[in-house]
């Protein structure tokens, strides 16, 4: 019990070294993943965006994008009586232009579309 070389402190340290290490291991590969995800969903809209304007997304930057996503935008709304089209955020398209907009996000917005942040117009 006279040796000191295992102490409580020491045994304490050295497990939250271990546990540091290990997390930020996780980490590091978590990201990694993340980066090879948004290499092919960026390469997905590419490819869709020749076909239809109203997805193409190649402009629009990875957080706009993602608030699209925590807002539940989709392209097909499905309750009717509540799509982009009818709804107070929605920017109408332009006479030259296939889509729409919202003020909540960036990008081209179907008129068919929908998302939780719909808003009934006011009379």
């Known amino acids: 019990m006279t040796n000191k070389d295992y102490s409580r402190r020491k045994f304490i340290n050295r497990c939250i070294s271990?546990?540091?290490?290990?997390?930020g291991?996780?980490?590091?590969?978590?990201?990694?993943e993340k980066n090879k995800s948004s290499k092919i969903r960026n390469d997905n809209t590419k490819q869709?965006?020749?076909?239809?304007?109203?997805?193409?997304?190649?402009?629009?930057?990875?957080?706009?994008?993602?608030?699209r996503?925590?807002?539940?935008?989709?392209?097909q709304s499905a309750v009717p009586e509540n799509s982009?089209?009818?709804c107070a955020l929605f920017i109408p398209a332009k006479a030259d232009e296939k889509c729409g907009g919202c003020i909540l996000f960036k990008g081209p917005v179907y008129a068919e579309g929908h998302c939780v942040q719909w808003a009934a117009i006011s009379s």
């Open 18 to 23: 271990s546990g540091g290490l290990f997390f």
């Open 25 to 32: 291991g996780l980490l590091l590969l978590n990201c990694g």
């Open 48 to 67: 869709n965006s020749s076909k239809d304007p109203c997805n193409d997304l190649t402009k629009i930057s990875d957080g706009e994008i993602k608030k």
């Open 69 to 75: 996503q925590g807002l539940g935008y989709v392209k």
């Open 84 to 86: 982009c089209s009818n």
